[in-house]
């Protein structure tokens, strides 16, 4: 029994490693985000990108998507976009009798993959049409409850600086993002390595090495591994931090906060460390696991109050203060 | 072995470790505290001593405090999930040993936890506790260590201030000052160097002074009763001796009448008691051999042996019987007698000369008593400086309610045409005066200023009777040494004071009646006195008044001298 749950972490590992090489194939450096994505895809959760335009966001999702044996769908998020762009409608047409019917005409979200591109261009109104998508995987239109396929992973990005016309996130919305992972500029060896991918005749492409049910199969490795309640403490023990004026909040949440993290950043903090647990060959999460994950898990968590927006608080300086302040469960006894 | 077991196990032994190494550093850290805190307190009281009452606290509470932390620490334990979490941290093992341990206590049967301990067991048996926590000495240890060799080396290294805090000594309470450690160093070198002196009884009592006087166990009072007793022991011969010199020198003029004995008395006229004795040696040699003697050799020693004084019996019998050899014409008789008489002298020699090296004792020993008293005088008045210091508004509270007082009272007494000075039938008179105003609330504070005012007042006419005062005058109350005990505890004396009567308004008026007694004497209590005793001219002159002002009596002798006048307080006439 034991071999076999050895040969299921080793099949994780290579699995994710394989994937990984393929988009490594196209995305030059990002390991941070590549292996983030990765981990929302196995956590059955969703992930928000944000950085400025021209750092391979979009490329680097459709690069994921050719790797993988799964339905991708793009939606380029405007201010006129409505719900029913995204989610489908019924519309009226001909039945077989050539009377008129109304036949529900799917959505982009009905696929694998679902790239909301620049989704903060979009009004509150549409982008809270992802809300049931995200969370239940269910589409509703009308009186109908429509299942999405699954998986079901939404990849979001944003632009940092156009402000200007823009929509933020719902507090809601964002919290359906399993991680917040912040895209930085390449460095000077990983842009020459992009110009020279990308400036020749031809380009490397991906090879589908994944297919949906893989996916699943490794999204049931993930929940299998066990983690002791100390650790779990610890991670609570964090996502309260999170919470202004309440007993286990942090100094710098109590100033600077207005909400903190709900109940499912603490779903994700775990999840996003069993991933990693598994990574390094581990049937067990530890404290460093949590930490590793918590500020791309909790950053888009930890809602500012006006006294936080008026100092341009960065909430990872939050995040940061409260995983140094937190006592890890461990006791200098020695 | 079971993978639950190795953990276990593996947890137990690191446990253990961490444990020891814990419990050794604590102790350490505390013993360098607890010893630091007794090296203070030694050097505190290296600076001035601390009564052998608190010296002993100190260690009782010092050992309790160190058993108590001993205890405690030792009794501490740390758990099994401790250790797992260290040893985690320890070894790097990102929460392995803590998540199986708490998987083995709390974990449902799982295929993936036991996979997790399984592995934890893999890596707990590869876990070598003893290289994770090796046996550190803590630097804490060596800090204790010094502050230990430091704490004996003062306690048991003879500095001339200190003595042994270890052993809970008393503070020593009498410290030699310079002048009479020296002349107690030169002592023993006499007394060592003086076989001669005999009276072991004495010298083995004088050594046993010196030796407490060094471990300073002796109070000053105590060292000075003792030198002077030895010191009387030691002057015991000289009378003695005094008169057999005189004899002997009687003795050397009635020998110097004959020709023969002329030398012998030369000799003795010169105290020369060995050059005597060995002119004699030669006179006897001289009329053995047959020599004739002058005629009066006979009268002359006849003379010289009449009357002899206390100690010099033999050698007047001695030489009675060589005079009475030579009326027999026995040579031999002659030659013995007069060989025994110069053995007389020998022994006569050897006394005086001890009784010498006696008075150098006692005169090194009044030395000493001199140094000593003057060293107690030195700290008395450094106390009392202190006690100036220490209350420097204490002078000046008497002038004034107590010094207005007071200088009422001295009014009063100048009144009686004796201000200041003791009548022959009352010598303490002013002093219960003084006495009433001490307990004289609340204008009068007893037990502070006031007692200064005493001195300025009375001139005891006997140091001795009056209580050890200060001759000066100063009122400073007794240094002492000289006050015994019973002194202080004797009956009271009852002292009468002489009060001027002074007519009231109401006793101007004829009494006839009783209701007008009792009028008289409700008004007299009611009415206050007309006499003003605040302009009675004092004899001082400002010099010593001002010296008289000074509270110099010694805060301890402060409650006595309150007590003695409580004590000499006027009585109510029963």
Redesign the interface.
Same mark, same amino acid.
């Given at each position: 029994? &034991?071999t076999e749950? *050895?040969q299921q972490i080793e099949v994780f590992q290579n699995q994710f490693a394989v994937v990984k090489s393929e988009v490594s194939k196209v995305i030059v450096g990002h390991d941070e985000i590549i292996d983030g994505i990765l981990m929302g895809l196995l956590a059955r959760g969703h992930v928000l990108l944000e950085g400025v335009p021209g750092l391979g966001k979009t490329k680097l999702v459709q690069t994921l998507s050719d790797a993988l044996h799964l339905k991708f769908s793009r939606i380029q998020f405007t201010p006129d976009l409505m719900p029913a762009d995204i989610t489908g409608t019924n519309v009226v047409q001909e039945g077989p009798d050539g009377g008129k019917i109304l036949q529900f005409q799917p959505g982009p979200l009905f696929g694998n993959i679902i790239l909301a591109d620049e989704i903060n261009r979009a009004t509150p109104k549409t982008q809270s049409a992802l809300l049931e998508a995200m969370q239940e995987k269910t589409i509703t239109v009308g009186k109908e409850t429509y299942e999405l396929i699954l998986p079901f992973f939404v990849l979001a990005t944003q632009n940092p600086l156009e402000m200007e016309g823009t929509y933020p996130l719902p507090e809601a919305q964002l919290d359906r993002f399993f991680m917040k992972l912040k895209v930085d500029y390449p460095t000077v060896r990983n842009m020459h390595t992009i110009l020279n991918r990308t400036t020749k005749r031809e380009e490397p492409t991906p090879e589908r090495v994944l297919d949906a049910q893989q996916i699943l199969d490794m999204r049931e490795t993930v929940l299998? &591994? $066990? &983690?002791?309640? $100390? #650790?779990q403490d610890y991670a609570i023990r964090i996502v309260l931090a999170t919470h202004p004026d309440t007993p286990n909040s942090h100094e710098m949440t109590n100033r600077y906060a207005r909400y903190g993290a709900s109940p499912r950043g603490a779903q994700a903090l775990v999840l996003g460390a069993k991933i990693r647990a598994l990574l390094?060959d @581990? #049937?067990? #999460? +530890?404290?460093? *696991?949590i930490r590793s994950v918590a500020l791309a898990v909790l950053r888009h968590r930890v809602l500012l109050n006006f006294e936080g927006e008026a100092e341009q608080v960065d909430p990872d300086s939050i995040v940061a203060a409260i995983l140094k302040d937190t006592p890890q469960? @461990?006791? +200098? #006894?020695? | 072995m079971s993978d639950r077991e190795t953990i276990v196990q593996t947890l137990k032994a690191v446990e253990s470790r961490i444990r020891t190494n814990r419990l050794i550093r604590r102790i350490a850290t505390g013993l360098s505290v607890f010893v630091l805190t007794a090296l203070v307190i030694k050097v505190l009281d290296l600076a001035a001593p601390f009564p052998s009452a608190a010296i002993r606290a100190f260690w009782v509470l010092w050992f309790a405090g160190l058993a108590a932390f001993v205890i405690w620490r030792v009794r501490e334990r740390g758990s099994l999930a401790d250790a797992a979490a260290e040893v985690d941290h320890k070894a790097r093992l990102k929460d392995e040993i803590s998540s199986a341990y708490w998987f083995l206590g709390h974990g449902k049967k799982n295929p993936w936890i036991n996979l997790q301990i399984h592995r934890a067991a893999e890596t707990a048996r590869r876990l070598d506790p003893s290289g994770l926590y090796p046996r550190v000495i803590p630097p804490a240890s060596y800090l204790a260590a010094v502050g230990i060799v430091l704490l004996l080396v003062l306690n048991f290294t003879p500095l001339p201030f200190g003595y042994s805090f270890v052993f809970s000594r008393e503070a020593p309470e009498l410290i030699l000052g310079d002048r009479s450690a020296e002349l107690l160093d030169e002592l023993v070198e006499m007394i060592e160097d003086a076989e001669a002196l005999g009276q072991d009884e004495v010298v083995e009592q004088l050594q046993e002074l010196i030796a407490a006087l060094r471990s300073g166990e002796l109070t000053a009072a105590e060292a000075l009763e003792e030198l002077a007793e030895i010191q009387d022991r030691f002057e015991e011969g000289n009378l003695d001796i005094a008169s057999i010199m005189e004899g002997l020198g009687e003795i050397g003029t009635e020998l110097s009448q004959s020709e023969d004995t002329e030398p012998v008395g030369e000799a003795l006229a010169r105290q020369n008691l060995l050059g005597a004795a060995d002119e004699l040696r030669e006179l006897a040699e001289q009329i053995g051999q047959g020599e004739q003697t002058s005629a009066n050799l006979e009268q002359t020693l006849e003379n010289a042996a009449e009357n002899p004084r206390p100690g010099l019996e033999d050698l007047a019998e001695q030489l009675g019987q060589a005079a009475e050899g030579i009326r027999e014409d026995d040579a031999q008789a002659i030659e013995d007698a007069l060989n025994d008489a110069a053995r007389e002298l020998e022994e006569l020699a050897d006394m005086v000369e001890s009784q010498q090296l006696k008075n150098d004792a006692a005169s090194q020993l009044a030395e000493l008593e001199e140094a000593l008293r003057e060293q107690e005088r030195q700290d008395q008045e450094a106390a009392a400086a202190e006690g100036q210091d220490a209350q420097p508004e204490q002078g000046s509270q008497v002038p004034g309610d107590q010094l207005e007082q007071m200088q009422m009272d001295q009014g009063q007494q100048g009144e009686q045409g004796q201000p200041g000075q003791p009548s022959p039938d009352d010598p303490m008179g002013e002093m219960s005066a003084a006495a009433n105003d001490l307990n004289a609330p609340p204008e009068f504070a007893p037990g502070e200023a006031g007692t200064g005012q005493m001195g300025q007042q009375v001139q005891p006419p006997d140091a001795d009777a009056a209580m050890n005062f200060d001759a000066t005058g100063t009122g400073q109350m007794p240094s002492g040494f000289g006050f015994s005990p019973d002194e202080k505890e004797g009956a009271p004396t009852s002292l009468d004071v002489l009060l001027e009567e002074e007519t009231t308004e109401a006793q101007s008026a004829e009494i006839e009646t009783e209701e007008d007694a009792e009028k008289i004497e409700e008004a007299s209590r009611e009415q206050r006195s007309k006499l003003d005793y605040r302009n009675v001219p004092s004899e001082l002159t400002p010099a010593q008044q001002e010296l008289l002002h000074q509270d110099r009596i010694p805060r301890e002798y402060r409650n006595l001298i309150r007590e003695y006048f409580q004590a000499i307080r006027p009585r109510p006439q029963p």
């Open positions: 029994m &034991i749950l *050895d299998a &591994i $066990p &983690i002791a309640r $100390p #650790v390094n @581990r #049937v067990h #999460v +530890s404290t460093e *696991d469960p @461990r006791q +200098s #006894v020695a | -």
